[in-house]
């Protein structure tokens, strides 16, 4: 067996071990990390009589590196080593090694808390910081902390920084230097505006004559790109070098078949990858890498409950990792297809997962393992926001009722989807129709093969079934992507039939599909805002646009499946929708009040609502609360007093009289009355309008305020009216100071002075008026105007008014109202 760099610091390990029960191993790619510490420990005897269970991030290389394992241990796959991943287990009773994905290892955590037959657990590539690598280091801390001493740790990285994790474990670092060949990294010196995508083929081109043997392994964001690159290569075939594709999507037998060994020297071959040969896979004899720099990745707005994949740069770590694929067998080339500039631009690492990533799965293991989700012991919390999406969502779906994980969570825990997608596939196994939930899942989870396609119907689901299950494929589908859909649509039906229970399917109407999807995505409801309007409003309060290839035109809501937001501050855009029957809804009824400025009034609003999305809305003139009502009038009426009371004379004058007796009797002790806003309360009272308001009596509600005694004297110090000697009452103006009345000279003959208010102490202003009520004079002093102004006044007017008594005397004259019948002289 070829001796390789790590070998060196296994005792070492072994040792660490042994004496603290965990350990941080640093050792950069080629070392020999993954293949030979598992057998290290399960050789020297650390995992005692269980299995050393090794998690990788990806399933490509949790079956490559379990296959490497199995042949330098001279075993087939399965026997003494084995794989578990999504949808494949090939272990068997004789595994003493087994490689899962991280997600496998939670959910034997979750069916087993102690891990009974486990002994060692080794997390590889933790420097990913993938959402489950995290999770399962917290959980498998955990339970050696509280359960298990014997349960040996061991945290693999290439770039980690070892301090973080070995503090979070209380353990050692050890790290080893690899067997790595010096790299030449070359530059672009072209713009950066430029699509690098574009420049990947021709620098395939220089690196298979720059390097003259080898193979090349370059980097691309996604399958689209790569399928793009291959197509521009498609000429190298007929030269011998093999254009072969390596991501995610494809089958296993594709992606072993990129990474199968071959002579570099004879057979050569281009393979076009996404970041999933980044670590842990070994493509041999590499020695050029051709990188886009460029990563698809989540990102998670919990604030829209709205996942996107971005496209985003690479960080230095992950561009150090691409670079270091060519020196695994000797010198090699790395084409960086961006400048030295941005080079030195580019983040030390990315951010990890669990800050960027739906938090919905990993929260439903959390409250399974038990406790609640914000006291759980992360490795690195979360932030408060996407815990709160979780949790609403996993409500929502029925998995959760108060943080306590009801029977559907643990069915949902039990089948290895996301729970929207586990939510469809088990309301359907209810249903009696798993195969066609199993394709609704798929179809959900998968990438769209009918992206480009239009169909006709009321779900955007429905033809696509059709279409994929009858064979009815338009030549603009994407083969590889249907391929990938009818796979997963398979193996979920299958892992389903294992898990909740065989049943014999049967198909169904499009009616139930559409209420399948409703199980998975019942906060994603959409109301059109108008008759065939591509506008919709959705659950939560965000616009949406319909994209023009739905099918779903006519149904007033929507269940939305897929949702793709796009640039920040534009709707998302619906391309995959399902109409709904308002029947189907969990609603509510919800009757509100408020008060309408166009009407001026209170309205009742009978509000129909799925979540916080209206439905139905119907407003009325109708009473609701009565109380309710008032409280609502009040509060609009004291923004603008004065326009909701409209003019208020016998409230002015009553607080004009109650001002003055303040002043000029302080001895009463009478209070200030209260102002328009505070008098508001009690007048709006079994009230709804303006209107109503402005016919109620303010004056009354303001002189409640007042005990009798004080009503009393303000009725005697400070009377509305005044007798005048006429016998008339005339009104008493006390807006004015000082406070006035207004009489015709007539009334006031025998009147020798100024009437007086407050006992007296303030003697009003007198306005004489002539027989037309116009002022003749205006006076405080009426002695005075009888001495001197009155004969003028006299001489003036009885020659225009000779029925009117114009005395020479008018102090003793006898005063009247009206004119009496007089000689003629």
């Not at 060692?120 to 959402?131: K, P, Q, T």
């Not at 669990?354 to 959390?366: N, S």
């Amino acid at each position: 067996m070829i001796h390789l760099p790590v070998d060196d610091i296994l005792p070492d390990l072994c040792e660490a071990l042994a004496r603290c029960g965990a350990a941080v191993l640093v050792a950069p790619p080629g070392s020999g990390k993954t293949t030979r510490v598992p057998p290290a420990v399960l050789d020297a005897g650390l995992a005692g009589d269980g299995r050393v269970m090794v998690l990788q991030p990806r399933r490509v290389a949790a079956r490559l590196s379990a296959k490497r394992i199995a042949a330098e241990r001279g075993s087939a796959p399965g026997g003494e080593v084995g794989w578990r991943v999504r949808f494949e287990d090939r272990t068997g009773p004789d595994t003493r090694i087994e490689v899962v994905t991280e997600g496998m290892l939670t959910r034997r955590m979750q069916r087993d808390p102690f891990l009974e037959g486990v002994g060692a657990v080794i997390l590889d590539e933790f420097h990913e910081r993938s959402l489950h690598a995290d999770l399962a280091l917290a959980l498998v801390a955990q339970i050696r902390q509280e359960a298990r001493e014997d349960l040996k740790i061991v945290v693999m990285s290439a770039t980690l920084d070892p301090r973080p994790v070995a503090a979070f474990l209380d353990c050692p670092v050890l790290e080893t230097s690899g067997r790595v060949f010096p790299v030449e990294r070359i530059f672009d010196t072209r713009s950066e505006a430029r699509d690098p995508v574009d420049r990947v083929a021709p620098a395939v081109r220089r690196a298979l004559s720059a390097s003259g043997e080898g193979h090349i392994l370059a980097f691309l964001p996604g399958a689209g790109e790569i399928r793009r690159v291959g197509r521009a290569l498609g000429d190298l075939p007929g030269a011998g070098v093999a254009v072969i594709p390596l991501h995610g999507g494809l089958p296993a037998a594709e992606q072993d078949r990129a990474l199968a060994p071959s002579d570099p020297r004879t057979a050569r071959k281009v393979v076009l990858a996404t970041n999933i040969a980044e670590t842990s896979v070994t493509l041999q004899g590499v020695r050029a890498v051709v990188d886009a720099g460029l990563v698809r990745e989540p990102r998670f707005e919990p604030a829209l409950g709205l996942a996107r994949l971005e496209t985003v740069t690479v960080s230095r770590a992950s561009a150090d990792q691409r670079s270091g694929r060519a020196g695994r067998t000797g010198p090699g080339f790395a084409w960086r297809l961006w400048t030295e500039a941005a080079d030195r631009r580019l983040a030390a690492a990315a951010a990890p997962e669990i800050l960027r990533a739906d938090l919905t799965r990993a929260v439903l293991e959390v409250l399974s393992w038990g406790g609640g989700a914000a006291a759980f012991p992360w490795y690195q919390a979360p932030s408060e926001a996407a815990l709160a999406h979780a949790l609403g969502l996993l409500e929502l779906l029925g998995a959760v009722r108060g943080e306590r994980v009801t029977d559907l969570g643990e069915a949902l825990l039990a089948l290895p989807l996301h729970p929207r997608l586990g939510a469809i596939v088990i309301a359907g196994h209810r249903e009696g129709c798993l195969e066609d939930a199993a394709w609704m899942a798929a179809l959900a989870s998968e990438r769209d093969p009918l992206r480009r396609a239009t169909g006709s119907g009321h779900s955007d689901l429905e033809w696509r079934l059709d279409a994929l299950r009858g064979g009815r494929l338009p030549p603009e589908a994407d083969r590889g992507a249907a391929a990938a859909v009818s796979r997963a649509a398979r193996q979920i039906a299958a892992v389903a039939r294992r898990k909740l229970g065989g049943q014999r399917s049967r198909r169904v109407d499009e009616e139930t599909r559409a209420r399948l999807l409703l199980a998975g995505f019942p906060d994603r409801i959409a109301r059109r805002r108008a008759p065939r309007s591509p506008r919709l409003k959705l659950t939560g309060g965000r616009g949406a646009e319909q994209h023009p290839s739905s099918a779903v035109v006519d149904a007033e809501l929507l269940v939305v499946v897929d949702l793709e937001l796009r640039e920040r501050g534009q709707d998302p855009v619906v391309r995959v929708a399902a109409a709904v029957d308002p029947a189907w809804l969990h609603t509510e009824e919800v009757v509100t009040q408020r008060f309408d400025p166009g009407l001026e009034r209170v309205v009742t609003r009978k509000v129909t609502r799925h979540q916080d999305l209206v439905l139905s809305e119907e407003v009325t003139r109708r009473s609701g609360d009565p109380s309710r009502a008032a409280a609502l009038l009040a509060e609009a009426a004291a923004a603008d007093p004065r326009r909701a009371l409209g003019p208020t004379p016998a409230l002015d004058a009553l607080r004009a009289r109650t001002a003055l007796l303040r002043r000029a009797m302080p001895e009463l002790d009478l209070p200030a009355l209260p102002d328009d806003a505070e008098l508001l309360p009690t007048l709006c009272v079994g009230l709804r309008s303006f209107d109503a308001l402005r016919r109620a009596d303010p004056a009354a509600a303001a002189l409640a305020h007042l005990s009798w005694p004080q009503r009393s004297a303000l009725d005697e110090y400070a009377p509305e009216q005044l007798r005048v000697p006429s016998g008339a009452q005339v009104a008493v103006d006390y807006s004015v100071d000082p406070p006035a009345i207004s009489a015709r000279i007539q009334q006031l003959f025998g009147m020798a002075r100024a009437p007086a208010v407050a006992r007296g102490r303030v003697r009003c202003r007198v306005h004489l008026l002539a027989p037309n009520n116009r002022p003749a004079q205006v006076t405080d002093d009426l002695e005075s105007f009888w001495a001197n102004t009155y004969p003028q006044v006299r001489r003036e007017l009885r020659g225009r008014y000779p029925r009117h008594a114009w005395p020479e005397q008018p102090t003793t004259a006898d005063a009247e109202n009206r004119p009496r019948r007089r000689r003629r002289s």
